[in-house]
């Protein structure tokens, strides 16, 4: 049996001369919280385009939930979730309109999307607004049911591109909790993030520099290796060694 969720193997993605990823290579076991940083133009966006199945890799391997990133893609994209970095569902249509519409995406059966929506609207306790616009709901509120819409078929591997950006650190918690619990269930947590405290919450974390990783260890053992007392040294210890200013 594979433990393995994702393995890449010097997979590369060049634009012209321009290396945005230069042969980087890790594997994620099946459960984990997986945390992939880098400052501005590190080239981590680039990477997660192709391991979701949206950009091919210049060179190098990679297998995701078991399927090869060059001929299975589609195999890849009904066996992820995916939530972007920008808000990712529609604001003009309805939580539930929202919830089963995705639904339909993922190939789930009718009875399937009303009992996964029960599910979400009860977990969320947004029952009361299941008919509610999803633009008039807050901020934090969005990000956690874009969350569930990724979670929404029960895929093997959700990623998440800095999906707490602008919210507050109540919110942000209570999402670390949503990730925590999908992660217990046995979904494996591919994350972006800018906020180095969110770092601390991860099992490990590859740290990116100019399109190559240049750390990777769990929290614990990064800052012992840098001799750091926070994540956040780390990164500034990594970050100046950068010479891209753009992603």
Not at 33 to 57: E, Y
Not at 90 to 112: A, C, H, Q, V, W
Not at 218 to 244: G, H, I, Y
Request: charged share 25%.
């Amino acid at each position: 049996m594979n433990e393995l969720a994702i393995k890449a193997e010097k997979l590369s993605k060049n634009f012209g001369s321009f290396k945005a990823v230069d042969e980087i290579s890790f594997d994620v076991k099946k459960g984990e919280v997986f945390g992939f940083l880098g400052a501005n133009g590190a080239g981590k966006t680039t990477a997660m385009k192709m391991l979701i199945g949206i950009s091919t890799p210049s060179s190098g391997k990679a297998s995701i939930a078991g399927y090869d990133i060059y001929n299975e893609t589609e195999k890849i994209k009904r066996n992820i979730g995916y939530m972007s970095q920008k808000f990712s569902l529609y604001d003009d249509l309805t939580i539930g309109e929202n919830l089963r519409f995705f639904g339909g995406i993922y190939g789930l059966s009718r009875p399937d999307i009303k009992l996964n929506t029960e599910k979400v609207l009860d977990r969320l306790h947004l029952q009361k607004e299941k008919n509610a616009l999803v633009k008039s709901l807050p901020l934090g509120w969005k990000q956690k049911l874009a969350f569930s819409a990724a979670m929404f078929h029960s895929p093997q591997i959700v990623f998440l591109d800095e999906p707490t950006g602008g919210v507050d650190p109540l919110t942000r918690r209570e999402f670390w909790d949503m990730i925590y619990e999908a992660a217990e269930l046995g979904t494996t947590i591919f994350v972006t993030t800018h906020y180095m405290d969110e770092a601390e919450y991860c099992n490990r974390i590859s740290m990116m520099v100019d399109g190559k990783i240049e750390a990777m260890n769990s929290p614990k053992e990064l800052k012992k290796q840098f001799n750091a007392s926070s994540m956040d040294e780390v990164f500034l210890d990594l970050a100046r060694k950068a010479t891209r200013t753009g992603d």
